[in-house]
T-cell receptor, first 112, second 111 residues
Framework: KNQVEQSPQSLIILEGKNCTLQCNYTVSPFSNLRWYKQDTGRGPVSLTIMTFSENTKSNGRYTATLDADTKQSSLHITASQLSDSASYICVVSTGGGNKLTFGTGTQLKVEL | DAGITQSPRHKVTETGTPVTLRCHQTENHRYMYWYRQDPGHGLRLIHYSYGVKDTDKGEVSDGYSVSRSKTEDFLLTLESATSSQTSVYFC??????????FGSGTRLTVV
């Protein structure tokens, strides 16, 4: 069964600090891996998308890494801001990108 | 959100009543999806469409039906709502290069 597991479930950090969120997957065949940010009461918004051959992808203060051998990905957030408070969801796609398996998300809270 | 809107945003309905949620896109994308999001679960696919009148089931399709009579509209119907269908429903469109855009969601409560 295709699965995506994220850790930690929740995280509280101080503004300005860095943090790293983890994603492990057992999806086959692998097509690509995406990270989404979901603000409370809103739909998920794409941060990054990586294919099998990509190790790192950045989007501003967000940097995602992918190790296709160990089936792990991470999302690193640099110099966190209050607006980074959200749920971060790891999504792995298969079937040419048409079938998505979602993780349950990491709930990040950034405090003053 | 970027060419996709869902209506209503919130709805409370009684058990046993039919409910229809609407997803509207303005960008003429072929693929549209309905997901539900529940605590402790990742988003789960209910149904999807790959063109006008072309739809298929997802992993949690029981109790739901869909229709797509126009490219821009994808309707999700709960024929007889149950409390287990209390959830947040998201519509999504698939863009080129494999990107997906999600709507803002419909929070449905079945009492």
């Amino acid at each position: 069964k295709n699965q995506v597991e994220q850790s930690p479930q929740s995280l509280i950090i101080l503004e300005g600090k860095n943090c790293t969120l983890q994603c492990n997957y057992t999806v086959s065949p692998f097509s690509n891996l995406r990270w989404y940010k979901q603000d409370t009461g809103r739909g998920p918004v794409s941060l990054t998308i990586m294919t099998f051959s990509e190790n790192t992808k950045s989007n501003g203060r967000y940097t995602a890494t992918l190790d296709a051998d160990t089936k792990q990905s991470s999302l690193h957030i640099t110099a966190s801001q209050l607006s980074d408070s959200a749920s971060y969801i790891c999504v792995v796609s298969t079937g040419g990108g048409n079938k998505l398996t979602f993780g349950t998300g990491t709930q990040l809270k950034v405090e003053l | 959100d970027a060419g996709i809107t869902q209506s209503p945003r919130h709805k409370v309905t009684e058990t046993g009543t039919p409910v229809t949620l609407r997803c509207h896109q303005t960008e003429n994308h072929r693929y549209m999806y309905w997901y539900r999001q529940d605590p402790g679960h990742g988003l789960r696919l209910i149904h999807y469409s790959y063109g006008v009148k072309d739809t298929d089931k997802g992993e949690v399709s029981d109790g739901y039906s869909v229709s797509r009579s126009k490219t821009e509209d994808f309707l999700l119907t709960l024929e007889s709502a149950t409390s287990s269908q209390t959830s947040v429903y998201f519509c999504a469109i698939r863009r080129g290069q494999g990107g997906y855009t999600f709507g803002s969601g419909t929070r449905l409560t079945v009492v």
